[in-house]
């Protein structure tokens, strides 16, 4: 089989970004049909002619075939530091695997990713919930429907990113579907409420379980750092010949939205709203147990009773508050000791989270991955409110990702980070917002670690604003550029054409390392420019079978 790209404006034209109009010549979209089941792409340039060749092995039979397949085709990222091209993915539909178990509208997926592969994209990311594959009762896992979508992305010639994602879906920022934690695990949380997050209140949070309890055998005779480990051991089994062949990367999921964090600011029952600072999550017995215990260790008893008193609450605004106000509590001989014992409490977690995995994927030939949080409102402030409250121990004097960029480095991970699409003048003045200086911050404490970074956006963005963005944080010289990039996220509005023609630009700016000079043109006449155009007739087929997504 054979792919190659051409490019014409005769499908794909440009358009003024500020149209929402979609017209019918830019958003259909197909693929030619050749001799069922192959497909041709063709991708030509003036200068030259570029062709992907994947040969009879693109279907292998049997282990032996299997195994050798993955073998030959080795990863294709990160490219080496002195190439400036950055893959693409794109995240995959939250609900891409049922409750049920099974692969969701598997037609709509086949087209989807036979039309990302003609965009150029690297391939796709997708969350292995913990909720659906373990749902049965401790170590029964089902990992078929995931097996079929890995099936469907090799025989589309794309990668696949995996999340380990030991959190539940929903209650957060896009969240389209509610996917819980494991029956079994909550049946203990009902009998031991203790076991998640808990804010001053006594407000109870079922996101993620508390890391106060990691090393606490709470999980039916098992604590939950193990239960993580023999869940992602289950994955490697199951896939083993595939991990460091079409499964590319292993994202390694460390709290609320995957996310090494505390779930200080829950969206759920309108508990907090933007710009919001948080709460502090230190309230369940395991957690106020270590803090009381740290305070004694230094002498200071009395500071281990319980989190700041002062500190507000989750709609505050920094000044609202004594303790996050410019010259307030955060700064004191009290405010470092329990920033210090709050953060160095999440960083304890992920370096066990990130050793445990590292010894599970050691030889696989996949990358490791986890990532942090772009937590951008009140960044403009001393305090920084929004990230204390988060764990980040970044204030105006204190470098609070550094640390966790050393630990990263430490385990061989790549730190993935959101917010990249964002930019200062954006954001509402009243919140402080500098996403632009939070995104150059973790890409000084990267290179200065030596841990390799790589970047989301945080919220679902089609314009050329926000492309334009991240291929120029790409570009910076501030700090680290990007090993990948991973797009949020595939649906219905990705297809349309407006938007599907800004995500083409994008992949084809990222591979060139970032050059975002070079657009697509009004009139295509020497076959220069990226095009995927086919018999129009299946384009309106394959187009309106990848929106059923």
């Given at each position: ?7 014409s404006?005769?499908?794909i034209?440009r358009?003024d ?7 019918e010549s830019?958003?259909n979209m197909?693929?030619?049909k050749m001799k ?7 991708a ?22 299997t ?8 990863l ?7 190439d400036s091209s950055?893959?693409?993915f794109?995240m995959?539909?939250l ?6 178990g099974?692969?969701?509208k ?5 087209a ?6 003609g965009?150029?994209?690297e ?6 919930w913990?909720g659906l ?10 990992w078929e429907g995931?097996?079929?979508l ?11 990113q995996?999340?380990?994602s030991?959190h539940?879906c ?13 029956p ?7 009998k ?6 808990t ?5 109870r949070?079922p996101?993620y379980?508390s890391?106060?309890?990691d090393s606490?055998?709470?999980l039916?005779g098992r604590?939950?750092?193990?239960v ?5 051991r ?6 083993d010949?595939y991990?460091g ?10 709290g ?8 200080s600011?829950?969206?759920s029952n309108?508990?907090?709203?933007f710009p919001?600072?948080g709460e502090?999550?230190c ?13 004694e260790?230094?002498g ?6 319980s989190g700041?008193?002062?500190?507000g609450e989750?709609k505050?605004l ?6 996050f106000?410019?010259?307030g509590?955060w700064?004191s001989?009290y405010g470092?000791f329990f ?7 999440l960083?304890?977690h ?7 995995a ?9 990358k490791l991955?986890?990532?942090v949080a772009g937590?951008h409102?009140h960044y403009?402030?001393?305090s920084h409110?929004a990230?204390?409250?988060?764990g980040y121990?970044?204030t105006?004097?204190?470098d ?6 050393k ?7 790549v730190?993935?980070?959101?917010c ?7 954001q509402?003045?009243?919140a402080n ?7 150059k911050?973790v890409?000084n404490?990267t290179?200065?670690a ?6 989301e956006?945080a ?7 926000a ?6 944080t ?7 550029g ?5 797009y949020l996220?595939m649906n ?9 023609q800004q995500?083409?630009?994008f992949?084809k ?8 000079r070079?657009?697509?043109s009004e ?10 155009g ?9 187009s309106?079978?990848?929106?059923l997504?």
């Amino acid at each position: 089989m054979e792919l190659t790209l051409n490019s014409s404006s005769s499908l794909i034209k440009r358009k003024d970004t500020k149209t929402s109009r979609n017209h019918e010549s830019s958003s259909n979209m197909s693929f030619a049909k050749m001799k069922p089941p192959t497909y041709q792409f063709q991708a030509k340039s003036s200068v030259k002619e570029m062709k992907f060749t994947h040969d009879k092995t693109f279907k292998p039979e049997g282990e032996e075939a299997t195994e050798r397949w993955e073998k030959l085709h080795v990863l294709s990222y990160p490219h080496p530091k002195n190439d400036s091209s950055v893959p693409v993915f794109v995240m995959l539909p939250l609900d891409t695997v049922t409750m049920s178990g099974h692969l969701n509208k598997p037609r709509a997926m086949n087209a989807s990713l036979m039309a990302l592969k003609g965009a150029g994209v690297e391939g796709v990311m997708v969350d292995a919930w913990w909720g659906l594959v373990e749902k049965d009762g401790p170590m029964k896992y089902n990992w078929e429907g995931y097996a079929e979508l890995i099936q469907m992305v090799q025989k589309h010639g794309l990668k696949l990113q995996v999340v380990m994602s030991f959190h539940q879906c929903g209650g957060n920022v896009g969240d389209s579907c509610s996917i819980p934690l494991p029956p079994w695990v909550l049946e203990e949380i009902s009998k031991n409420p203790d076991l998640v997050y808990t804010d001053k209140s006594g407000r109870r949070n079922p996101e993620y379980i508390s890391l106060g309890c990691d090393s606490v055998p709470v999980l039916r005779g098992r604590t939950p750092i193990q239960v993580y480990s023999d869940f992602m051991r289950s994955f490697r089994d199951r896939f083993d010949n595939y991990i460091g062949g079409v499964i590319a990367e292993i994202q390694v999921g460390m709290g609320p939205c995957g996310e090494l964090r505390y779930p200080s600011y829950p969206e759920s029952n309108g508990t907090w709203r933007f710009p919001g600072i948080g709460e502090f999550q230190c309230y369940d017995k395991y957690m106020r147990s270590s803090l009381q215990a740290y305070a004694e260790s230094i002498g200071k008893t009395n500071w281990g009773t319980s989190g700041p008193h002062d500190a507000g609450e989750y709609k505050n605004l920094p000044e609202d508050t004594e303790f996050f106000r410019r010259d307030g509590t955060w700064n004191s001989e009290y405010g470092k000791f329990f920033m210090e014992w709050y953060s160095g409490k999440l960083l304890e977690h992920g370096d066990k989270l990130l050793a445990s995995a590292k010894e599970v994927f050691q030889g696989t030939g996949a990358k490791l991955s986890g990532k942090v949080a772009g937590i951008h409102w009140h960044y403009n402030t001393r305090s920084h409110a929004a990230e204390l409250t988060a764990g980040y121990y970044n204030t105006r004097n204190h470098d609070g990702y550094l640390p966790i960029a050393k630990m990263f480095n430490t385990h061989g991970v790549v730190l993935n980070f959101t917010c990249m699409e964002m930019k200062d003048g954006e954001q509402p003045e009243h919140a402080n917002c500098s996403p632009e200086g939070l995104v150059k911050q973790v890409q000084n404490a990267t290179r200065q670690a030596g841990t390799e970074l790589a970047g989301e956006n945080a919220l679902e963005r089609y314009d050329s604003s926000a492309f334009g963005q991240v291929v120029a944080t790409n570009r910076s010289d501030s700090g680290n550029g990007l090993t990948a990039f991973t797009y949020l996220r595939m649906n219905k509005r990705l297809f349309e054409g407006q938007n599907w023609q800004q995500l083409v630009e994008f992949v084809k700016n990222m591979k060139e390392g970032g050059d975002g000079r070079r657009q697509l043109s009004e009139e295509d006449t020497t076959g220069s420019d990226l095009y995927v155009g086919f018999v129009r007739r299946s384009s309106r087929r394959i187009s309106e079978e990848a929106s059923l997504v």
